[in-house]
């Protein structure tokens, strides 16, 4: 989908029968979207992509919901909630609700769900959403008490939309897996019951997924009924295609859409074609504790000589579609967040002086990981070969990174991060600096900053927190921020949708026109 012709290319193909996936649209009740992501499981707790948060918010419901249009937080399954003190939530659940396998959600359930992911070797994607609790009671049929480590002023952020709750038991089928010379439960095999406005019917890993309409679901949620029968996800991995089968009405959503080819969709009569700023931020994540070994990274100057290489402002007009030049470690709009740290302006000779002076005068190698738009990363390539850093590239997808990352071998790559869609930045700063698996930097400093400003109650005080470890972040350029991701949207003109700036498709909202 390089340009007009590429694209009518692809038309021509769909018009002569080559596209023949099945149907969509308002004629067969179904809305089909699709990405160019090969997903692997559809259960929250072990994918953190953002299709995943996407399919997870209209196929489960947590214990809160919080509202795209307001930000208001309201009780989902839960009915009513009360702080007994700093550290103790109690939870009262709505009664009648039902998971989509006829089950009663109750208290149990959510003990159940949560105990589980809490557990040290639960394997989850991302602990942020749960770390945070000690434990997990049920106290009557419908009442829940959740023990905090320590306050948590993020809590309702958590518990609202990435913490689904499931049966009890759900998870004694996983399958076990050989891992090396050991064997393990693959957690995430286990297809997701919920208690959402829709039910997972089918999933083929890798390719597609179909969800049907929960004839079951309570009529007071917030969420609103789902008004659309159907949902199907397919995985379209050339962006022409996409553009192609929706033109042929075989696909009625697609994003990604690059910023030249908004104005050329827009004119096909069938097609709405609209962009809009995301919580999703790009950055360079560099191994600066040398976790994958005694790399060049764990130098402060080469680090701060890749940052002075790339030009961030060009960069992000690349983007396009409403995206920014990202100037610290969290998004702009979340909670906690601050700009105010160290900038390093695009100043390739300056670049070259910080390697000569780390002893690297005729250039260096590395490796270099990149698993999302591959042309961005390109991008990126061009301006650190112009300083002397030859990058070998290896683009892959997420579900082979992310273990490379996880064990500690991934010395520099070029990552992405939504805070599935959470709006505190203890969801994008605090995930990558207090020691996790994602964290290149292990900085006892910015750590201990971080676990202050996460249990921190008073919101001045976790602003100034936050603020000292994102600019200690920045100084040591532990990880470069490039650009927020603005997103290109294009949908069937029959779908009524509202594009909303958290990048996440609020599906069970939408209907036919």
């Not at 419901?61 to 109690?90: C, G, H, I, Q, V």
């Not at 439960?185 to 997972?200: H, Q």
Request: with cysteine; charged share 25%; glycine share 8%.
């Amino acid at each position: 989908m390089r340009n007009y012709i590429a694209c009518a290319a692809a038309c021509a193909a769909v018009v002569a029968g080559f596209v023949t996936e099945s149907r969509a649209g308002k004629a067969d009740d179904t809305l089909t979207w699709a990405t160019g992501t090969e997903i692997d499981t559809f259960d929250i707790y072990y994918q953190g992509l953002r299709e995943v948060v996407i399919a997870s918010l209209y196929n489960c419901d947590s214990l809160m919901f919080r509202d795209p249009k307001t930000n208001e937080y309201k009780p989902l399954l839960a009915k009513s909630y009360a702080w007994t003190d700093d550290k103790t939530l109690d939870v009262e659940l709505r009664e009648g609700i039902k998971f989509t396998d006829g089950t009663d959600v109750d208290a149990e359930d959510v003990a159940y769900t949560f105990n589980h992911v809490i557990e040290p070797d639960s394997g989850i994607n991302v602990r942020l959403t749960v770390d945070w609790i000690e434990s997990v009671e049920a106290l009557g049929p419908h009442k829940v008490r959740i023990h905090a480590k320590a306050p948590t002023p993020a809590a309702l952020e958590y518990l609202s939309g990435n913490t689904p709750i499931y049966p009890s038991g759900h998870w004694d089928s996983a399958p076990e897996v050989q891992a090396g010379d050991k064997t393990r439960r693959d957690w995430g095999a286990v297809l997701p019951v919920c208690a959402g406005p829709y039910k997972l019917t089918g999933f083929e890993p890798g390719r597609s997924a179909t969800w049907e309409k929960n004839p079951d679901y309570y009529a007071d949620s917030p969420k609103g009924q789902p008004q659309i029968s159907k949902i199907a996800y397919r995985t379209i991995g050339d962006p022409e295609a996409q553009i192609a089968e929706l033109l042929a009405g075989s696909v009625d959503w697609i994003w990604g859409v690059p910023p030249e080819n908004m104005d050329q969709l827009a004119g096909f009569g069938n097609v709405t074609a609209t962009a809009a700023s995301t919580t999703r931020m790009a950055f360079l994540a560099l191994d600066a504790a040398g976790r994958s070994g005694d790399t060049p990274l764990k130098d402060v100057r080469v680090r701060q000589a890749i940052a002075h290489a790339i030009d961030r402002e060009a960069l992000a007009k690349l983007v396009g579609n409403s995206a920014g030049v990202l100037k610290s470690m969290c998004y702009a709009a979340q909670v906690g967040c601050t700009e105010d740290v160290t900038q390093y302006e695009y100043d390739p000779g300056k670049a070259k002086a910080l390697l000569a002076e780390a002893g690297f005068k005729d250039g260096l190698k590395l490796p270099f990981y990149a698993y999302r738009d591959r042309r961005y990363s390109e991008a990126v390539l061009a301006y650190l070969r112009a300083v002397g850093i030859e990058p070998d590239f290896q683009f892959i997808q997420n579900v082979a990174l992310r273990p490379l990352v996880i064990e500690g071998k991934m010395p520099f790559a070029h990552l992405t991060w939504g805070s599935q869609g959470m709006m505190d930045a203890s969801a994008s700063v605090s995930l990558y600096f207090k020691f996790g698996v994602d964290d290149y930097a292990r900085d006892e400093e910015v750590k201990k900053l971080l676990e202050a400003a996460d249990t921190t109650m008073d919101p001045e005080k976790r602003k100034d927190l936050y603020a000292q470890a994102l600019r200690r972040i920045a100084d040591q350029a532990y990880y470069i921020p490039l650009y927020t991701y603005g997103r290109g949207y294009a949908f069937s003109k029959e779908l009524d949708y509202e594009v909303t700036p958290d990048e996440i498709a609020h599906f069970y909202l939408a209907k036919w026109k």
